[in-house]
C-alpha cells in the first residue's frame, strides 16, 4: 500500500506503539484523494481506531508522519486541524440545546452571531432536523441525535471529516437510511471522508475505497467491488462478505491452478496467493457463484457432488447448506423465483462454478 505526496491526507511511514515495543500500526503508507470517502474496515485490534485517532490529533504517531493538504499535522493539536468528527456516542453537550451544540464550534472559531445562526440552521436543513434547533439532546431520538452530530460536524464547513463507528448504536432499518443519508452528503458537499468501521456491509455500500486492516497492516485496498469479486488474501476473502473455502495442494500450475482437494477431488482455480506446486492453499468461492443446475453452466465449468444439509427461505434468496469435498458449511444462494428449484435436505446433487469464480489464495 503506497503513500504518495499528491494525496489530501497522507500516511507516510506510520507506525504506533503504546508500550515502546508492540506495534498496533505497523509501517502504514496510505493516500486518500480529496472529497473521497475512505473505508477502515477491520476487526477489533487491527489498527483502524488508532489511525483514525492518529488522523484526529488524539493521538500521537510514534514514528513517520501524517499530513494534511501537504503540510505535516504530527505537531498540530486537534482543534487547530480543522476536521470535523463524528462518534458513536454522538459527544452532544446535554445542557445545550440543539442549536446551542451546533454554535459551540463556531464560536470556538470566532465567528459572528448572524453568521453562525445562519451556518447553524444551514447545518440543520441539511440532515433534515431543521425544526429542532430549540431541543436539548435528551428530547431526541438515538437516530435524531446522529443526525445532529453529524450536522455539528459539518457546521463550520471542514474539508475532512471522520467517523468512528457513528451508527454502531442505531437499529438495521435505521442504520441503512443513515449510511445512504452519510455518503450522499459527503459526496454533494465534496468532503473527504474517512470512515471507521467492522461492519462489510456499511463499508462495501458507502465506500469509495475500502482498506481492510488485520493485525496493525493494511491487507487490501481497493473499491468494494474489487474488494469483494477479487480478494487478494484468505484474510480478505473470510472477512468481507459470506465466503466458501476448501483446503488442498497445488498440483501444477499453467494459467491456472489445479487444485488438489483434502478429499481427493482435483479442481481448477485461478492462482491468486499460490506461487508453486506442492503449496497448500484455500480455495474461495461465493456462495452466489455457485449454480445447482449444471445446465445453466457455460462449458468449462467444473462440477462437483454434494450432498444438501439445509435450505433455509430467507424472503427474496433460498440459502442452502451442503456437505462438499468434506466441507459441511459450504453455502449456496440462489434467488427466489418460479423457476428456481427447492432442495431437500438428504438430497444429493451435483453443483458447479467457472474456474475464474474461484481463487487459489494462502492457506491460513
Known amino acids: ?30 493516500s486518500i484523494g480529496k472529497g473521497e470517502f475512505l473505508t477502515m474496515l477491520g476487526p477489533s485490534g487491527s489498527g483502524k481506531t488508532t489511525c483514525l485517532m492518529m488522523l484526529a490529533g488524539f493521538e500521537t504517531a510514534t514514528h513517520g508522519d501524517i499530513l494534511l493538504d ?17 462518534f458513536q456516542n454522538y ?15 463556531l464560536e470556538v472559531r470566532k465567528i459572528g452571531r448572524s453568521d453562525r445562526e445562519a451556518k447553524v440552521q444551514r447545518a440543520l436543513e441539511m440532515v ?13 431520538s438515538g437516530g435524531q441525535q446522529q443526525r445532529i452530530a453529524l450536522a455539528r460536524a459539518l457546521v463550520f464547513e471542514p474539508e475532512l471529516v471522520l467517523m468512528d463507528e457513528p451508527l ?31 461492519d462489510q456491509t456499511e463499508a462495501l455500500t ?26 487478494v488474501n484468505s484474510f480478505v476473502a473470510q472477512f468481507i462478505g459470506e465466503n466458501n473455502t476448501l483446503l488442498g495442494r497445488v498440483k501444477e500450475i499453467d494459467g491456472t491452478a489445479l487444485v488438489e482437494l483434502d478429499d481427493g477431488e482435483v479442481i481448477d482455480a485461478m492462482p491468486v496467493n499460490v506461487s508453486r506446486p506442492g503449496e497448500r492453499t484455500l480455495v474461495s468461492i461465493r456462495p452466489e457463484r455457485v449454480e445447482i443446475d449444471p445446465k445453466r453452466l457455460t462449458p468449462g465449468a467444473h462440477l462437483i457432488h454434494a450432498e444438501v ?41 451435483e453443483i458447479g462454478w467457472l474456474p475464474e469464480d474461484c481463487r487459489a489464495l494462502d492457506a491460513p
Do not use: C, W
Not at 504518495?4 to 502504514?28: A, H, M, P, W
Not at 433534515?128 to 431526541?140: E, N, S
Open 206 to 231: 458507502m465506500s469509495d475505497r475500502v482498506a481492510v486492516f488485520n493485525d496493525g497492516r493494511i491487507q487490501q485496498l481497493a473499491r468494494p467491488d474489487e474488494l469483494y469479486e477479487k480478494p
Open 1 to 30: 500500500m503506497t503513500g504518495t505526496s499528491d494525496g489530501f491526507v497522507v500516511f507516510d511511514r506510520v507506525q504506533k506503539s503504546y508500550d515502546g515495543e508492540t506495534l498496533v500500526v505497523k509501517d502504514l503508507n496510505l
Open 309 to 349: 444439509l439445509e435450505f433455509i427461505y430467507m424472503g427474496d434468496i433460498y440459502r442452502t447448506r451442503l456437505r462438499v469435498a468434506g466441507n459441511d458449511d459450504f453455502v449456496i444462494k440462489t434467488r427466489n423465483a418460479p423457476d428456481q428449484r427447492r432442495l431437500r435436505p438428504g438430497e444429493h446433487i
Open 70 to 86: 501537504g503540510k505535516p499535522i504530527n505537531n498540530i493539536p486537534p482543534h487547530k486541524r480543522g476536521i470535523g468528527m463524528v
Open 128 to 140: 433534515q432536523m431543521g425544526a429542532f434547533g430549540g431541543r436539548r439532546p435528551a428530547q431526541l
Open 168 to 198: 454502531g448504536a442505531l437499529d438495521k432499518q435505521l442504520r441503512e437510511h443513515m449510511q445512504f443519508e452519510i455518503t450522499r452528503l459527503a459526496h454533494n458537499l465534496g468532503i473527504t471522508t474517512v470512515y471507521v468501521t467492522h
Open 91 to 105: 459527544a452532544l453537550f446535554p445542557h445545550m440545546t440543539v442549536a446551542e451544540n451546533l454554535a459551540f464550534p
